[in-house]
Nanobody, 125 residues
Framework: VQLQASGGGLVQAGGSLRLSCAAS????????MGWFRQAPGKEREFVAA????????VYTDSVKGRFTITSENAKNTVYLQMNSLKPEDTAVYYC???????????????????WGQGTLVTVSS
C-alpha cells in the first residue's frame, strides 16, 4: 500500500488549503483514513479521521469548525479542507490508512498501518 499526499504550501493566516491523499495497492479492506500533523519540536498529533464505510468523522478540538475531512471511496482518496488557518497549524501533515482498527481508536496513530510521506503546511502571520 502506498499513500501520496499533496496540497501543502505557504498561506497567510485566515487562508485556506486543501490536502489530498490517494491510496494505492491493496486498499480493499480500508476501515479508516486519517490526517495527523507534526510541528517542529513536537510530537505527531491527530487532526481528523474518517470511517470508510459510513463516512463518520472525528476531529481534534483545535480544528473543529475550521477543517473538514472527506473521502472519495471510489478513488481511495481522502481530503482535508483547511479554512481559517492559523500560524499554529503550521506542520508537516501526514495521511494514514488503517485496515484493522476499531471506530473508537481512530485518534491513535498506532491504529494505522501505512503512512504517506507528509506535506508541509506553513501559515504565516
Amino acid at each position: 500500500v502506498q499513500l501520496q499526499a499533496s496540497g501543502g504550501g505557504l498561506v497567510q493566516a485566515g487562508g485556506s488549503l486543501r490536502l489530498s491523499c490517494a491510496a494505492s495497492g491493496r486498499t480493499f479492506n480500508t476501515r479508516a483514513m486519517g490526517w495527523f500533523r507534526q510541528a517542529p519540536g513536537k510530537e505527531r498529533e491527530f487532526v481528523a479521521a474518517i470511517w470508510w464505510r459510513t463516512g463518520s468523522t472525528v476531529y481534534t478540538d483545535s480544528v473543529k469548525g475550521r477543517f473538514t475531512i472527506t473521502s472519495e471511496n471510489a478513488k481511495n482518496t481522502v481530503y482535508l479542507q483547511m479554512n481559517s488557518l492559523k500560524p499554529e497549524d503550521t506542520a508537516v501533515y501526514y495521511c494514514a490508512v488503517g485496515f484493522s482498527l476499531i471506530l473508537s481508536s481512530m485518534r491513535k496513530p498506532t491504529s494505522y498501518e501505512y503512512w504517506g510521506q507528509g506535506t508541509l503546511v506553513t501559515v504565516s502571520s
